[in-house]
Nanobody, 127 residues
Framework: QVLLVESGGGSVQAGGSLRLSCAAS????????MGWFREAPGKKREGVAM????????YYADSVKGRFTISQDNAKNTVYLQMNSLKPEDTAMYYC????????????????????WGQGTQVTVSS
């Protein structure tokens, strides 16, 4: 069982930055992909950014490309999401997710593919 604990959410004005962290109880040799989904009120949970833990390959939703950066620190079993140039439409609950599955790129942002989930951290961007 892999436990995920997020931190770093908060409130910020449009144009500001936040960094989210997701610490895994273990991931080396277990997790293939780890990253972030978000869910805004009344909307479906959507994939935001993912990283392949072994190859360090990164993947982003079109809506965040150029603004968000996902990174990892294997010594800490932690994945980060640096969010810059935040917009009001980025307001959502952000969930860390991880999977041991080998995925096609086209499946990376399907929530059904992820086994492990964090409790979520709120990000609010005001205009």
């Amino acid at each position: 069982q892999v436990l995920l604990v997020e931190s770093g959410g908060g409130s910020v004005q449009a144009g500001g930055s936040l960094r989210l962290s997701c610490a895994a109880s273990q991931y080396t040799g277990i997790i293939n992909y780890m990253g972030w989904f978000r869910e805004a009120p009344g909307k479906k949970r959507e994939g935001v950014a993912m990283v392949h833990i072994g190859y360090r390959a990164t993947y982003y939703a079109d809506s965040v490309k150029g603004r968000f950066t996902i990174s990892q620190d294997n010594a800490k079993n932690t994945v980060y999401l640096q969010m810059n140039s935040l917009k009001p439409e980025d307001t959502a609950m952000y969930y860390c997710a991880a999977t041991a599955r080998a995925l096609w790129v086209s499946d990376l942002f399907r929530r059904e593919e992820y086994t492990y989930w964090g409790q979520g951290t709120q990000v609010t961007v005001s205009s």
